[in-house]
C-alpha cells in the first residue's frame, strides 16, 4: 500500500515562491500519472497540475497556469509542485494524489474522485 508525505508548505509571501515535495513509500509510482490538489476552506478539493506516467505530458489549472509546474523524479519515487508568483487565492490545503486505477495511462484526470491514494495534505497560506 502506497503512501505518500508532504512537506514544503507554509507560509508564503505574495509574489514570492513556496515548493512542495511529496515523497512515496511502500511501492512505486514510476508507471502511474500524479497530480497536486488543493482545498480551501468551504470550497471543493480541485486539481492544480498533473503529469503523466511518462512526463510526456502536464496540466495545469488555469487559475496557475505559467506559475506553477509539476514536475516527478521517479528515482526518487516523489513528486514537486513548484509554486511561484503567489497569490492570497492560493491559500488551501494541498494534496499529492496517485491515480492507480489506470497505469501508464496517457491522459492526465481531473476529478479528485479518479484518485486512490493520497497524501495527508500540507497547508500554504499566503499572506504578508
Known amino acids: 500500500q502506497v503512501q505518500l508525505v508532504e512537506s514544503g508548505g507554509g507560509l508564503g509571501q505574495p509574489g514570492g515562491s513556496l515548493r512542495l515535495s511529496c515523497a512515496a513509500s511502500?511501492?512505486?509510482?514510476?508507471?502511474?500519472?500524479l497530480a497536486w490538489f488543493r482545498q480551501a476552506p468551504g470550497k471543493e478539493r480541485e486539481i492544480v497540475a498533473g503529469?503523466?506516467?511518462?512526463?510526456?505530458?502536464?496540466y495545469s489549472a488555469e487559475s496557475v497556469k505559467g506559475r506553477f509546474t509539476i514536475s516527478r523524479d521517479n528515482a526518487k519515487n516523489a513528486i514537486v509542485l513548484q509554486m511561484n508568483s503567489l497569490k492570497p487565492e492560493d491559500t488551501a490545503v494541498y494534496y499529492c494524489?496517485?491515480?492507480?486505477?489506470?497505469?501508464?495511462?496517457?491522459?492526465?484526470?481531473?476529478?479528485?474522485?479518479?484518485?486512490?491514494?493520497w497524501g495527508q495534505g500540507t497547508q500554504v497560506t499566503v499572506s504578508a
Open positions: 503529469i503523466t506516467w511518462n512526463a510526456r505530458s502536464t
Open positions: 511502500g511501492g512505486t509510482l514510476r508507471v502511474y500519472n
Open positions: 494524489a496517485v491515480d492507480r486505477t489506470r497505469p501508464m495511462f496517457s491522459s492526465i484526470r481531473k476529478s479528485a474522485h479518479d484518485y486512490d491514494a
